[in-house]
């Protein structure tokens, strides 16, 4: 068990007479080893662990103990010497510890939470844990996949993400240069109301609200032209003419209709349309639908989520998807 609370670090202060410097950072319940031979020190939590495991997963940081301390007076707790972890969130820290000590990574990844796998992927990619910051990303690549086969079998756009937590992700990928889930991320953002777009633009540096501003906009486009073209049409030599059998086009008024009625205040995006799009679950031949038309439309739609998809790196990066990395 770790020492009970006390003061951060045994560096005295002239100014207040020789005493230790206060802080309310304590010891870690869990990750906290008696044999520790270097205490780690967030704004909340001390964490006393082993050099000889952070050298071993970590080049920056067996470098920074490498680097000659003569002459000059070190922080440190109860004689350990102690590392004040500027500028990395208790929650980065905590998780890349728990990373190291024994959890299995790749199972655990599956259940963690959105926001600690983007604190994992920060703090793994800002010290150089090559091998944690690569799980991390092949578990990010899983969720925000680069083809659209592995998209549409991933089940992850289909729940309800924190927003959050996906415009955090952005900025933490774009610092690591981990581009190739940013495409996935940037519209899934889009996908939110406008009114919680509008809440959450201002977490975003200037570049990247430009460049998802313009990309949502031409994702709107996308979904105004799949509504437009969702209208019966047979193929005559090779052209399409608008169908002439009334029933035909009543039903499809009635299909569209019934899709849309839960977007009333917000927009249907193209990757979130059904597989048949308003077929979806329609038999044409029980319904009335000519089979022709309901064909013309089926193709109609996959061609534009093909299309769509291709486009969506270079709409937001300006990148093909072979260009990411």
């Known amino acids: 068990m770790p020492p009970k609370r006390r003061r951060l670090s045994e560096t005295t202060d002239p100014k207040d007479g020789g005493g230790p410097k206060a802080s309310s950072a304590r010891p870690h319940d869990d990750i906290w080893y008696s044999d520790g031979s270097v205490v780690l020190a967030t704004d909340t939590h001390l964490y006393r662990v082993h050099k000889s495991m952070l050298a071993k997963h970590s080049k920056v940081l067996k470098d920074l103990f490498e680097i000659p301390t003569a002459g000059v007076e070190a922080d440190r707790w109860e004689d350990v010497p102690l590392v004040r972890m500027a500028g990395d969130s208790d929650e980065e820290v905590c998780v890349l510890l728990k990373a190291l000590y024994g959890m299995n990574l790749k199972d655990v990844l599956r259940t963690m939470a959105l926001s600690k796998a983007t604190a994992l992927l920060s703090i793994s990619s800002k010290y150089d844990f090559n091998e944690i910051r690569r799980d991390v990303i092949a578990h990010l690549a899983s969720l925000f996949p680069s083809t659209f086969e592995k998209y549409k079998a991933s089940d992850y756009h289909t729940q309800t993400p924190c927003a959050e937590s ?87 008024r009635d299909a569209l209709s019934e899709l849309l009625k839960e977007y009333t205040w917000h927009i249907l995006f193209v990757f979130d349309f059904p597989e048949n799009g308003i077929l979806n679950g329609v038999d044409p031949e029980l319904h009335g639908i000519c089979g022709g038309c309901a064909t013309h439309y089926r193709n109609m739609l996959d061609s534009i989520k093909e299309d769509a998809w291709n486009q969506l790196p270079f709409k937001f990066l300006g990148k093909k998807w072979e260009e990411l990395k």
């Not at 415009?167 to 774009?174: C, E, G, P, Q, T």
């Not at 519209?187 to 609200?209: E, I, K, N, Q, S």
């Not at 005559?236 to 035909?248: E, G, L």
């Open 166 to 252: 996906l415009f955090n992700l952005i900025v933490v990928a774009h610092r690591c240069e981990v581009q190739i889930i940013l495409p996935v991320l940037y519209y899934l953002c889009a996908t939110f109301p406008l009114v919680t777009t509008v809440h959450m633009l201002p977490t975003l540096p200037t570049d990247f609200m430009k460049n998802f501003l313009l990309g949502r906009d031409w994702l709107c486009g996308v979904s105004q032209r799949i509504v437009q073209y969702s209208s019966p049409a047979v193929r005559i030599m090779d052209r399409f003419r608008v169908c002439r059998v009334a029933r035909c086009v009543d039903k499809f």
